[in-house]
Every structure is written in C-alpha cells, then in structure tokens.
C-alpha cells in the first residue's frame, strides 16, 4: 500500500491550497488517516483526520479554515483556506490501513511542502 501526496506550493497569506492523497494497493481497507504537518524545528503534529471509530477531528489552530474530505476512490482531500505564515510546514498524509498481510498498522506517505508568505 503507498500513500502519494500532492498539492503543496506557494501561497500568499490568506490564499487557498488543496493538498491530496491517493492510497493505491492491491487489497487494503482504510481504517481512518489524516494530514500530519512538520515545520522547521517543530515537531510533527496533527491537522486532520478523519475515519471509522474516530470521527474527525481538527488542530485547534486549522478549525475553522481547513477542512478533511474523503471520496469513493481512496483519496483524501484538505482543502485549507484563509492560509497563514505559520500554516508553513512539509504536510504528510497517514493512515491506518488494514492489508490481509500485515493487518492494520500505520502508514505515512511522503511530504508535500506548503510555503505561505507573509
């Protein structure tokens, strides 16, 4: 199972970006994921997520301007508006995903960089 992110760029403050995550695999049920994000001498830290047994839940930081979706076609969405310099991190996608191999353990997908400018 691979986790493929995409989406990140450049952005004015108060400027939108769309991040998503494609989950590919051959046979695999996503128990839940989420965007994580990492900023320059911070640690990893939890933006969004969203699936089965666990509801969705937002960063107090993001709510109100970011927003979690999935569609049919395993792929996850964070559509974040009205972006601010601290918005500013490499953004992962994970999830805890379910394979008939290795059960369900979590899996993380490479960054995609978002810069919002000031």
């Known amino acids: 199972v691979q986790l493929q992110a995409s989406g990140g760029g450049l952005v004015q403050a108060g400027g939108s970006l769309r991040l998503s995550c494609d989950v590919s695999g051959v046979r695999f049920v996503i128990n839940n994921i989420g965007w994580y994000r990492q900023a320059p001498g911070k640690e990893r830290e939890m933006v969004a997520k969203t699936g089965r047994g666990v509801g969705t839940h937002y960063a107090d930081s993001v709510k109100g301007r970011f927003t979690i979706s999935e569609d049919n076609k395993d792929s996850v969405y964070l559509q974040m508006n009205n972006l601010k310099p601290d918005d500013t991190a490499v953004y992962y996608c994970?999830?805890?995903?379910?394979?008939?191999?290795?059960?369900?353990?979590?899996?993380w997908g490479q960054g995609t960089l978002v810069t919002v400018s000031s």
């Open positions: 994970s999830g805890n995903i379910w394979t008939p191999s290795q059960g369900s353990i979590d899996r």
